[in-house]
């Protein structure tokens, strides 16, 4: 069984100041993971994902995560918060096979402060 | 790149009648949809796996006859709340596998349908 922990269920910065928001997965396989953001009343939106490729993925909006298997791992950083990156954001794991469902995190809201 | 509609995005009912929401691929194939359900300020919780041409698989604790699937084409999948009560009021998500094989089991979401059941 795959299982998703975010550490964290509200983070506030700064704008300006480092993000990082914690995720650790547990998985019997090797694992496909995702970070997803969402707005108010809004679905979706992948911000990045980890498909055995390279451990360190970059994102949209200036985010990446890096793959840590000894640590179980994946993190989300971005270096400079901005304003807008105030949302709702969720990491998810998958085993890649197709026809299952992701399995999300409980999130983390994410606050910036002016 | 995959686009995933919800129609409506917002429906108020009263309590007792049934909401259909429609999930749609607008420019891929979707032999598989997945819905969600979402709580304020609460996380993603899956409800069932919708395949195209076959009964869907509905996750423990969900009950089959109060959320109707029906996943009748490629790019179509529908969710029933029927007789909905104010519990039943959550804001309602969809996702589809996306088109190509190297997608690694990424999903595409739609933008949710927001139930308010009065």
């Known amino acids: 069984a795959q299982s998703v922990t975010q550490l964290g269920s509200h983070v506030s910065v700064s704008e300006g100041a480092l993000v990082l928001l914690r995720c650790n997965y547990s998985?019997?396989?090797?694992?496909?993971l995702f970070w997803y953001v969402q707005y108010p009343n809004q679905g979706l939106q992948l911000l990045l994902k980890?498909?055995?490729?390279?451990?360190l993925v970059k994102g949209i909006n200036g985010f990446e995560a890096e793959f840590k298997k000894s640590e179980t791992s994946f993190h989300l950083t971005k270096p400079s918060a901005h304003m807008s990156d105030a949302a709702e954001y969720f990491c998810?794991?998958?085993?890649?096979?197709?026809?299952?469902?992701?399995?999300f995190g409980k999130g983390t809201t994410l606050s910036v402060s002016s | 790149g995959a686009v995933v509609s919800q129609h409506p995005s917002r429906v108020i009912c009263k309590s007792g009648t049934s909401v259909k929401i429609e999930c749609r691929s607008l420019?891929?194939?979707?032999?598989?949809m997945f819905w969600y359900r979402q709580f304020p300020k609460q996380s993603l919780m899956l409800m069932a796996t919708?395949?195209?041409?076959?009964?869907?698989?509905?996750e423990q604790g969900v009950e089959k006859d109060k959320f109707l699937i029906n996943h009748a084409s490629l790019t179509l999948s529908t969710l029933t709340v029927t007789s909905a009560h104010p519990e039943d009021s959550s804001f309602y998500i969809c996702?589809?596998?996306?088109?190509?094989?190297?997608?690694?089991?990424?999903?595409?979401f739609g933008p949710g349908t927001r139930l308010t059941v009065l």
């Open positions: 420019d891929f194939q979707a032999t598989t």
């Open positions: 998810a794991v998958s085993d890649g096979q197709a026809g299952t469902a992701l399995i």
């Open positions: 980890y498909t055995s490729a390279a451990t």
């Open positions: 998985s019997s396989v090797p694992p496909y």
């Open positions: 996702s589809a596998h996306g088109p190509t094989e190297s997608s690694y089991n990424e999903q595409f």
């Open positions: 919708s395949n195209e041409g076959s009964k869907a698989t509905y």
